[in-house]
């Protein structure tokens, strides 16, 4: 069965940086598209970040020159690495991937930005 874990999460202060993880089992991971979405208290989820099988890149515009989504597909894990962390960054983030139209979610990981 498919399962994502994400880890990584926790509190930072404005300014700082965090790198989440997300492990992924029970589906080929090299050939699907990987994303990391992220919900505040009280707003709907919305998508971060992506990445293509290939590489290809695509960010919302409130992180893009902050955040970083990579992968590393000889480990089944995708990354988001977040500098300059604002406090509206704060949320749940989310390890997403849609396979056959079926969307898999991770449990999510908490990140709080504040002094």
């Known amino acids: 069965q498919v399962q994502l874990v994400e880890s990584g999460g926790g509190l930072v202060q404005p300014g700082g940086s965090l790198r989440l993880s997300c492990a992924a089992s029970?589906?080929?991971?090299?050939?699907?598209?990987m994303g990391w979405y992220r919900q505040a208290p009280g707003k709907e989820r919305e998508l971060v970040a992506r990445?293509?099988?290939?590489?290809?890149?695509n960010y919302a515009d409130p992180v893009k020159g902050r955040f970083t989504i990579s992968r590393e597909n000889a480990k089944n894990t995708v990354y988001l690495q977040m500098n300059s962390l604002k406090p509206d960054d704060t949320a749940v983030y989310y390890c997403?991937?849609?396979?056959?139209?079926?969307?898999?979610w991770g449990q999510g990981t908490q990140v709080t930005v504040s002094s």
């Open positions: 997403n991937v849609a396979i056959a139209l079926q969307d898999y």
């Open positions: 029970g589906f080929i991971f090299r050939i699907y598209a």
């Open positions: 990445i293509s099988s290939r590489g290809s890149t």
